[in-house]
């Protein structure tokens, strides 16, 4: 963070927690955002086991402008084979809309890229909506290369559950 974000109020700071509430009105409002509220199945409950948990799944960062939550970043490790190197996924980088053009995602960005370095990785992936222009405008201006080559596979519900019961025991 530079000094003119601190001079700002700017803060990012890892959550903990007393967050998991705040972080669940913000992944609200990303999924309506995204226009995909109606897929939210997560709670307080499960939401405070993934990143607090026994074996914590992610880790998420919430970004405060003048003392006001302005934004989070969940992201978890990842590893390439063909290159043998850590990275890390980012699963969501979201400013409250009021809070934009202020420094934040970026500030959320680096940070996660910071955290990224420190742990040995040297890959920061995400994926953003197609439609999603201002994103994919901001991610462009930040100098990250667009992989188009590559789509995304998902399995889900009874799909991964048919898939799963036909492991060889």
């Known amino acids: ?28 409002e990303l999924a309506e955002y995204e226009r ?24 998420a960062l919430i970004a405060e402008l003048a003392g006001e939550p302005a934004g989070y970043a969940l992201f978890f490790p990842t590893f390439s084979t063909f290159l043998a190197i850590q990275g890390v996924w980012l699963e969501d980088l979201f400013v409250r809309p009021v809070f934009r053009r202020n420094g934040v995602g970026r500030a959320l960005l680096a940070a996660v890229a ?27 201006g930040l100098g990250a290369d667009r992989t188009d080559e590559w789509i995304t596979h998902r399995l889900v519900g009874d799909a991964l559950v048919d898939l799963a019961a036909q492991a060889p025991r």
């Open 1 to 28: 963070m530079s000094a003119a974000q601190q001079d700002e109020g700017l803060v990012i700071r890892p959550a903990d927690p007393g967050d998991v509430p705040l972080l669940m009105r913000l992944i609200l």
């Open 36 to 59: 995909l509220a109606d897929q939210v199945r997560a709670t307080d409950e499960l939401l405070e086991r993934a990143l607090f948990g026994e074996r914590p799944a992610a880790e």
């Open 114 to 140: 910071a955290r990224t370095r420190e742990r040995g990785g040297e890959r920061l992936e995400w994926a953003a909506l197609d439609w999603n222009e201002l994103a994919l405008d901001f991610y462009r």
